[in-house]
């Protein structure tokens, strides 16, 4: 089993900026990959980025490249997701998740923190 545990949510207003914080613990040498996602009220939950944990490979959708950076601590097993330029279009509650597979399903990832909410205000 691998816990995750999501902070650093919170409300900002357009145009500034957030960082995001997962802490993993438990059998994460068995994760090859810790991503985020986010779920806006009555959408589907949606990839936003995600990192290889040995090499630190990363991959953006396209509504947050350039905007959003993914990080990661290995040695202190965090993942980090620098959130700058934001839109109320961004508004979700972001979950930290981890898995083995270089995906961009949900259903790919194994393990799912509880999320910590994000309100951009305009």
């Known amino acids: 089993q691998v816990q995750l545990v999501e902070s650093g949510g919170g409300l900002v207003q357009a145009g500034g900026s957030l960082r995001l914080s997962c802490a993993a613990s438990?059998?994460?040498?068995?994760?090859?990959?810790l991503g985020w996602f986010r779920q806006a009220p009555g959408k589907k939950r949606e990839f936003v980025a995600r990192i290889t944990m040995r090499r630190g490979y990363t991959n953006y959708a396209d509504s947050v490249k350039g905007r959003f950076n993914i990080s990661r601590d290995s040695a202190k097993e965090m993942v980090y997701l620098q959130m700058d330029s934001l839109k109320p279009e961004d508004t979700a509650l972001y979950y930290c998740?981890?898995?083995?597979?270089?995906?961009?399903?949900?259903?790919?990832?194994?393990?799912w923190g509880q999320g910590t909410q994000v309100t951009v205000s305009s």
């Open positions: 438990g059998r994460t040498l068995s994760t090859n990959v």
């Open positions: 998740a981890a898995g083995g597979s270089l995906s961009q399903q949900p259903s790919e990832f194994d393990y």
